[in-house]
């Protein structure tokens, strides 16, 4: 932890969270929005490579206070482990410790990765003091959805992969195994199954990391969208152009009419890495959604008509 960054404790329902916060750089003009990170899939705080840490150092030093804590149940906060659809109360705790640590701090932008970005989506319209979200690769995952993003796109980048040919010319390319990974693959986007076979997804398609400790209920596009209409304010979208959760949302949008208008929409930008993995593993890449997200942050706020009504549901 840098020396001037808090770590800060506060109650949530019966147990106790624990968050760190960035205050923005001393020069900087006092701050009236924020930036609280959401930690997705089994994380805690730091984030994969330490992206979250560097990231609210980021903005800190560009003026933006930022705050990152630990869901009940996950890195020093107490309680056991919650799915990301039910972390409602979790974030209302986050956003009170948040104001109440930064004088002056009028609204507050959620930044989420993943299933953070799906829990945001949930949570926003029901607090008029989040003013902004920015969503990096939202997890949509079904199981058909699954399947049919590893069928289009894991296996057409397979195909061009020197080291797949590689194999098939040595004789170490096991047909058999990948002819029933495919077929079962198949055979679950076609018939909508519950669950994808874990035999029939390969392991370098599955993402090691970030994904949800727990499976998603079944009307999870619903709710998403649900999320997306009812929250009036700017989205930044963020999509790592090597990652299937990100294609499946995009497949997502693609298939639905209402899902393409929502991001065709002028409050929504988008931004896209074309090489960069789920978790944005490369240095370059974490840089790149830092400047991003700290850019869109000074365009887009705070509002001009004031601040909105605090802690109240819509």
Not at 48 to 62: C, E, I
Not at 107 to 124: K, Q, T
Not at 153 to 175: N, S
Request: aromatic share 8%; net charge positive.
């Amino acid at each position: 932890m840098q020396p001037d960054e808090q770590a800060l404790a506060f109650p949530c329902a019966d147990e106790w969270l624990t968050a760190i916060l960035s205050p923005a750089a001393p020069a900087s003009p006092a701050a009236q929005r924020g930036v609280l990170i959401v930690v997705g899939g089994p994380q805690y705080r730091a984030g994969s490579h330490r992206q979250f840490a560097l990231l609210a150092r980021a903005l800190a030093a560009r003026g933006i206070p930022a705050m990152r804590f630990d869901y009940r149940g996950m890195g020093d906060s107490s309680g056991p482990a919650r799915n990301f659809e039910d972390v409602d109360t979790d974030l209302r705790a986050a956003v009170d410790r948040f104001m109440a640590a930064v004088p002056g701090l009028r609204e507050v932008v959620i930044w989420g990765l993943c299933d953070a970005a799906s829990a945001a989506l949930f949570y926003a319209r029901h607090d008029r003091r989040v003013s902004g979200l920015v969503l990096l690769n939202p997890w949509a995952r079904t199981a058909d959805g699954l399947a049919r993003a590893t069928l289009k796109h894991y296996y057409v980048q397979r195909l061009l992969q020197p080291a797949l040919w590689k194999k098939i010319a040595t004789g170490q390319f096991e047909f058999g195994k990948a002819l029933r990974s495919f077929a079962g693959l198949l055979r679950t986007s076609r018939a909508g199954a519950a669950e994808v076979p874990a035999s029939t997804v390969p392991a370098a398609a599955a993402a090691p990391v970030a994904t949800p400790a727990m499976p998603a209920s079944p009307d999870l596009h619903a709710r998403m969208q649900a999320g997306w209409q009812g929250f009036d304010g700017p989205i930044l979208l963020i999509i790592s152009g090597a990652d299937l959760t990100a294609q499946e949302f995009l497949d997502m949008v693609k298939a639905s009419r209402q899902w393409r208008k929502l991001l065709a929409a002028p409050r929504v930008q988008r931004r896209t890495l074309p090489a960069a993995d789920h978790t944005f593993s490369r240095r370059e890449w974490r840089d790149q959604v830092a400047a991003w997200t700290a850019d869109w942050v000074g365009e887009t706020g705070p509002r001009e008509n004031g601040p909105r009504e605090t802690g109240a549901h819509a």
